[in-house]
């Protein structure tokens, strides 16, 4: 034990002390305070007026009006908001109307205004044609990928649609209270009956645990990889195992660089915790909330990571004692990485339905768990025998990976050259 000790002390000195990881662990604090930070840097400089000329050969003269003061309507919101939140440009529409007469040549002035719009990016234009049962409005702009838009088209279909009702036989009080949206308060129900508001903060807290407990056990693991690799290849493995057996290197290695990993992510927690205070108070002054995280949900965080680390980094510490060089690494690794890789192909499919069967039983698949699980702790919070079992199936899947991976890894270690083949490491698993 004191030996397995010493190595995981030199793995975690050796790699806690470098550039490398400094760095990292400066600056991925930093870059989650610039996705906090940015967004409103360049909101409170954004917006401003949009100007956009109505090319009207509707002959419609109601119908421009209606856009008009349905899109000041939505101004009006906008400047509450900006009187809760000041300071955050937002996109105003000013809209002028151009009549074009019948057989006035519309293309040739869509060509003039396209002109305009090419020397003037806020210069835009958008074209009413006859007929309000099936209107098709034209916008055209040098920029039509920004968001703003959706301002614009929802205003043209409420202003449409209020004029419709109104030509029905409606009066202006009947058709706003018919047109008036309805808001859907999510309620989640929790464990016990109780219930607590949802919405799509379960989405993003369950995805945030499962990117990061996949990007960590794939770099850790990796990490492990190519730690075998490089005693390989400066042949310091063959003087470590005249003292220390291979599985106690094994070991060593996995502990140590596991506790780099959780160093790391305990400093990003601290920092996570320092910038949710900068970011509630932005989110309060929007009249948004931050997703409450449950104490139960971190602990069950760092239980599967924990657990996926342990897993994965055998794995990939068998597939470097296995292989010469990176190059064969990185053909190896490939069946190891997938493992990790479908979990996040599929999670979308149990964010959707996390009690479903198909959900269930995914979720206690060892290799999934990790990530498969989390999700369904995030969102619904299965019974708590599913997560026991899920853990204990784990426990024992790593066990037998890690009694796998110390036969490999006693023989692999000190071979060199081509890769072994499937029948020889059945052979490396019966030797005595």
Same mark, same amino acid.
């Given at each position: ?5 010493? /190595? /995981? ?30 967004? /409103? ?43 809760? %939140?000041?300071? @955050? ?43 309000? %049962? ?16 959706? =301002? ?14 109104? &030509? ?12 008036? &949206? ?36 794939? /770099? #850790? ?67 948004? =909330? ?9 602990? #069950?965080? @760092? ?11 055998? +794995? ?17 690794? $490939?069946?190891?990485?997938? +493992? ?32 498969? $699980? ?13 997560? +026991? ?24 270690? +000190?071979? #060199? ?12 698993? &019966?030797?005595?």
């Amino acid at each position: 034990m004191k030996k397995v000790l010493i /190595i /995981i002390k030199r793995e975690y000195l050796v790699r806690v002390r470098t550039r490398a990881f400094m760095i990292g662990t400066i600056i991925s604090p930093l870059l989650m305070l610039g996705l906090i930070a940015l967004p /409103i840097f360049f909101a409170t400089r954004g917006g401003g007026d949009r100007r956009v000329t109505v090319l009207d050969q509707s002959g419609d003269p109601e119908l421009f009006d209606a856009i008009k003061k349905s899109l000041e309507s939505r101004g009006n919101a906008d400047e509450e908001l900006n009187r809760r %939140d000041p300071g @955050v440009g937002r996109t105003n529409y000013v809209v002028t109307r151009r009549l074009v007469a019948p057989g006035e040549d519309l293309e040739a002035l869509k060509r003039e205004y396209s002109q305009m719009g090419d020397q003037d990016a806020d210069s835009t234009f958008l074209v009413l044609h006859p007929g309000l %049962d099936n209107l098709e409005p034209e916008y055209y702009a040098k920029n039509t990928s920004d968001f703003s838009i959706g =301002t614009l088209e929802r205003a043209i279909n409420d202003a449409v649609s209020g004029l419709r009702l109104k &030509r029905a036989g409606l009066d202006q009080t009947t058709i706003s209270r018919y047109t008036k &949206r309805v808001e859907l308060n999510r309620n989640k129900i929790t464990a016990g009956g109780g219930v607590s508001q949802g919405g799509s903060a379960d989405f993003v807290v369950a995805f945030v645990m499962l990117f990061f407990i996949y990007i960590s056990v794939l /770099i #850790y693991g990796l990490f492990v990889m190519r730690g075998v690799i490089e005693e390989k290849q400066s042949r310091i493995v063959e003087v470590l195992v005249s003292s220390v057996r291979p599985t106690q290197m094994m070991l060593g290695k996995v502990i140590g660089i596991g506790m780099v990993g959780l160093t790391q992510i305990g400093v990003w927690a601290l920092s996570a915790l320092l910038l949710t205070t900068i970011g509630v108070s932005t989110f309060a002054s929007r009249g948004m =909330t931050m997703p409450a995280v449950p104490i139960s949900l971190l602990i #069950y965080f @760092v239980v599967y990571f924990v657990l996926g680390y342990f897993l994965y980094a055998t +794995l990939y510490a068998m597939v470097g004692a296995t292989v010469s060089s990176e190059e064969d690494a990185q053909q190896a690794q $490939m069946p190891v990485t997938m +493992l990790l890789v479908v979990p996040m192909v599929i999670f979308n499919m149990i964010i959707a339905n996390p009690t479903s069967t198909s959900s269930i039983v995914l979720s206690m698949v060892p290799f999934f768990a990790p990530i498969l $699980m989390m999700v369904r702790i995030a969102v619904v919070n299965p019974p708590l025998w599913q997560v +026991l079992l899920s853990m204990a199936i784990m426990l024992a899947t790593i066990l037998l990976c890690v009694w796998i991976a110390a036969r490999i890894y006693r023989v692999g270690i +000190l071979m #060199y050259g081509k890769r072994p083949s499937i029948s020889e490491l059945g052979r490396w698993l &019966r030797y005595s």
